[in-house]
């Protein structure tokens, strides 16, 4: 069922019969991973991109500096726990946070559908801006454009950022290396179980909110206690499964974890049961995994716990030192091995 | 006809009766003006925003950074002289330009709709690299979203750019002076009536091409050449009149041209008079404004007219002393003065 590398990065994927635009193509699995690879990295290749990482790392003069960008679809706009406004700020934060960039400047673009109400704009931009005071970010520069009725969808958001690098620190995925500790900074799937009850008017009933947050903080605190950190991802489409098969096949090492080893929320689990869904599969907008050395993984640990955002961190697994081709393995609690594959698309299109 | 100030920008605006997005909304008049002062900028402000600039200007540890961001929603995708790649690379450079930055860094993100071919988003990828390459650019982040058939219109882009500011260069509306002369660096218009020529099917035959360029090397050499730029703006949706409006809005000064010293090619004016269109209202992508003292006026021309994008520049205009409110007149062939107003919209939809 796997490809070459058993990671399903390489595997065939299943033709779109014509040739265009799936909605499988924006689901952070297989589709998505190979229109990326064979149209934007193929033409667009540069050192920056082949890092296949969630940010850019540059070198302006004496400066460095992480930037990223991410465009906002989500729906419904407000979800339990967030809304677009929020997730488009904490988003970008978190992908200069997994560069070990603290997050500085923000820009906003908004593509609004003629029709929208203002006033649903409003509450939206109100959102952004105290999204940004949370995160400690400035939004300094914009956009807005307008298109017609049915030419868009309410609105859509897309923000960059730029941050800081203040540590001499290497990360990203080819910096993993054999024996490195994987670490988990919280419970997964909160996010894409909340906006699917709100979405799909589910049968079960649920007080579960988005774990929509910002990680900045989180991640500067094992980074200021002198951790060095490999690599980091924040969980977004395609969850913590896809985020460890995407830094296996960058990094050509094999991972493996333990299932159980994954916190995951009763209210999470169960829903997932009822939906027929895996939880590491489900999409986190709050969470992210660490890679360090094996030495530094219980301190990692703990400076981890001591953040709200923290409290139920955990060690998961850990990098192999075995000959490629990359996989990665969940051990069950019987100890049973299987490969982890990423999936076609996403259980849910526009989760964020 | 005009609001306290003359500009048009304090005047009351057409109501939407029902407080909803309307398409004059994104045409860069004063539905536009009104809705990003009075809920971006009303929720969002801070030092960099209230600059009203094209970009924001960041210091950085010991760097000077200028970042930007537009949204492209331009229709056709493919138009004479240009497509939406092209444009979304441009457009970011200039803005970036405009700040006084030698641009450096893009960042890309694609909201594609469900059936979109994927030729056709090849094609456009391609485009990007190939105006990133002209521009001198390195398109280092990005990302891909995709939104159900219907709920999209083929592909939308948004690109934010990071430059460097290497000069001490105060470039920006509020270091406009009264004196300084006004400098335009090409004929206006070819951008919308282009446009307006693909879209519409027009009864007029016109083999004219956008003006879609990236501008940074012209204004590059005249900074280099020492030319103490007070202020420069891109002209985009609302054409050079709009530039001025917001221009003589946010630096408090009025300002004068002449209407035959502005460059209108003859099939721009053969286009605007066939329209009912005024040429000074029509989009460009690769023409800016300059402010800068009368004494450097000529030496600036000079450095505009050495380069294949400024060899149409004229001086046309300059900044009055005289107290509030700030007002912007044109002065027609025969000596009689008009007020210069923002219009409500644009004269055509998702220009850019």
């Known amino acids: 069922m796997n490809g070459p590398d058993d990671t399903g990065l390489n595997c065939p994927v299943p033709s779109s019969g014509s040739d265009r635009v799936l909605i499988a193509h924006g689901g952070g699995g297989r589709l998505m991973h190979r229109l990326i690879e064979d149209y934007f990295l193929a033409e667009l290749a540069n050192p920056w991109l082949l890092e296949r990482h969630d940010g850019a790392l540059l070198e302006v ?3 460095r500096l992480a930037f990223t960008t991410d465009a906002y679809v989500v729906r419904p706009l407000f979800f339990p726990g967030g809304d677009i406004g929020r997730l488009a700020v904490f988003g970008t934060v978190n992908d200069l946070a997994v560069c070990g ?3 500085l400047y923000l820009s906003a673009s908004f593509i609004l559908e003629e029709g929208f109400p203002i006033s649903t704009l409003h509450q939206i931009v109100r959102s952004v801006r105290d999204a940004a005071c949370r995160a400690n970010v400035a939004i300094v520069t914009g956009d807005t454009k307008v298109v017609e009725k049915g030419k868009g969808h309410d609105l859509f958001i897309t923000t960059a950022g730029v941050g800081i690098v203040e540590g001499s620190y290497c990360i990203g995925p080819r910096f993993v ?3 490195d500790m994987i670490l988990l900074s919280g419970d997964v799937g909160r996010h894409g179980i909340a906006i699917m009850a709100a979405r799909e008017s589910l049968a079960f009933q649920t ?3 988005s774990d929509c947050a910002p990680l900045a903080d989180l991640v500067g605190s094992v980074l200021k206690a002198g951790v060095n950190i490999h690599c980091m991802r924040d969980l977004t489409r395609g969850g913590l499964a896809s985020a460890l098969v995407e830094i296996a096949h960058t990094s050509g090492r094999s991972l493996e974890f333990a299932e159980d080893a994954v916190p995951v929320a009763e209210e999470v689990r169960g829903a997932c049961e009822l939906l027929g869904l895996d939880p590491l599969y489900v999409a986190c907008e709050g969470r992210c995994v660490l890679f360090c050395p ?3 993984a219980e301190q990692a640990l703990e400076r981890l716990r001591a953040d709200p955002l923290g409290q139920n961190a955990a060690i998961i697994g ?3 030192d075995v000959p490629p081709p ?5 051990i069950s609690r019987l100890g049973t091995r299987r490969l982890v594959d990423l999936p076609a698309g996403e ?3 526009r989760i964020c």
Chains 1, 2 share one sequence.
């Open 101 to 103: 960039a603290r997050p």
């Open 61 to 63: 003069g004496t400066v």
């Open 347 to 349: 259980q849910l299109p």
């Open 177 to 179: 290396e054999p024996g």
């Open 294 to 296: 094996a030495h530094q």
């Open 207 to 209: 007080t579960l909110e």
């Open 318 to 320: 850990k990098v192999l």
């Open 326 to 330: 990359p996989r990665v393995t969940r």
